[in-house]
């Protein structure tokens, strides 16, 4: 079983910062790719950036790269997500999400299997 809780969204201005948690709870956490996904109202859900626990390795979505920045502690097994620069298109509700291999992109919603329960992400201009 995989549980994922995540936390730190709030609402700021446009050129403001922003850091998500997400505290993961798996076996072979080492073998998980942990994304963050959001969904803004009336949107598709889009992969933001995602990590391969295994190695470190990083992925971005172009709408983010350069600004937001996504790592890991493994000690705590949890996953930040570094938002900076933030744009008034960046609001939505951001989830934390986990699966183990690869699939189709790690930046794929659907190959998603375990979800967090969502923080909300506000910028106003």
């Known amino acids: 079983q995989v549980q994922l809780v995540d936390a730190g969204g709030g609402s700021v201005q446009a050129g403001g910062s922003l850091r998500l948690s997400c505290v993961v709870y798996a076996y072979a956490y080492s073998s998980t790719y942990i994304a963050w996904i959001r969904q803004a109202p009336g949107k598709e859900r889009e992969g933001v950036a995602a990590?391969?626990?295994?190695?470190?390795?990083?992925y971005y979505a172009d709408s983010v790269k350069g600004r937001f920045t996504i790592s890991q502690d493994n000690a705590k097994s949890t996953v930040y997500l570094q938002m900076n620069s933030l744009k008034p298109e960046d609001t939505a509700m951001y989830y934390c999400?986990?699966?183990?291999?690869?699939?189709?992109?790690?930046?794929?919603?659907?190959?998603?299997?375990?979800w967090g329960q969502g923080t909300q992400v506000t910028v106003s201009s």
């Open positions: 990590i391969y626990v295994g190695d470190g390795s990083t």
């Open positions: 999400a986990a699966r183990y291999g690869l699939g189709r992109s790690p930046l794929w919603p659907n190959d998603y299997k375990y």
